[in-house]
């Protein structure tokens, strides 16, 4: 069984610049949640996909966007980067919402 | 609206003593709760999963409580080793697998 990759695993951009993440689910799983954690702080939850539709959102601006795909894998995509946007970045899946299973996470730099 | 509070922030025990980490919670209507484990830089493990129907789970040295209706929950760690210095984060799930986390607790184990 494999579990949550993300990728890459870590990135360095400039304010103003677009990023894609990418996160591969656990086998089995249909769903798939992004949350970012700033340094020193628990993760925020941005959103979620559940079967390919968006299925809830955290308090984020709508530059984050996020697409999943029919294999269930997902990406999260940040338009017009700030500086406040470094972070690390977490995706996690589950099975119809239920225990979520992380992954490595992506280390964001904006400069 | 859901806050989850983990206190101590940080903590520093010799190796061997037993300890407990404290997680609260505002609003006692969740579907489960999870305790997580974050080493420096890296993604969270799962540890325990409660469901709203459970009162304790355990898993080796790891026993986590949880009372609803005070909004509390607990993670006991028995005969603590240097390998258990990690960050401990207590999340609640209350809308369908969107997480709401702690800031956690920073644990430090000493030889």
């Known amino acids: 069984e494999t579990g949550v990759t993300q990728s890459p695993t870590h990135l360095i951009k400039t304010r103003g610049q677009q990023v894609t993440l990418r996160c591969s689910s656990q086998s089995g799983h249909n769903t798939v949640s992004w949350y970012q954690q700033a340094l020193g702080q628990g993760p925020q939850f941005i959103f979620q996909y559940y079967r390919e539709e968006e299925n809830g959102r955290g308090n984020f601006p709508p530059r984050f966007s996020g697409l999943q795909f029919p294999n269930y894998s997902s990406e999260l995509n940040v338009n017009a980067l700030e500086l406040d946007d470094s972070a690390l970045y977490l995706c996690?899946?589950?099975?119809?919402?239920?225990?979520?299973?992380f992954g490595p996470g992506t280390r964001l730099t904006v400069t | 609206k859901q806050e989850v509070t983990q206190i101590p922030a940080a903590l520093s025990v010799p190796e061997g003593e037993n300890l407990v980490l404290n997680c609260s919670f505002t609003d006692s209507a969740i579907y489960n709760l999870q305790w997580f484990r974050q080493d420096p830089g890296k993604g969270l493990t799962s540890l325990l999963l409660?469901?709203?129907?459970?009162r304790e789970q355990t898993s080796g040295r790891l026993n986590a409580s949880l009372d609803k209706s005070s909004g509390r929950s607990t993670l006991y760690i028995a005969a603590s080793q240097p390998g258990d210095s990690a960050t401990y984060l207590c999340?609640?799930?209350?809308?369908?697998?969107?997480?709401?986390f702690g800031q956690g607790t920073e644990l430090s184990v000493k030889p």
């Open positions: 409660i469901q709203s129907s459970q």
């Open positions: 999340a609640v799930d209350n809308q369908g697998g969107k997480l709401i």
């Open positions: 996690a899946s589950s099975l119809d919402r239920l225990e979520q299973y």
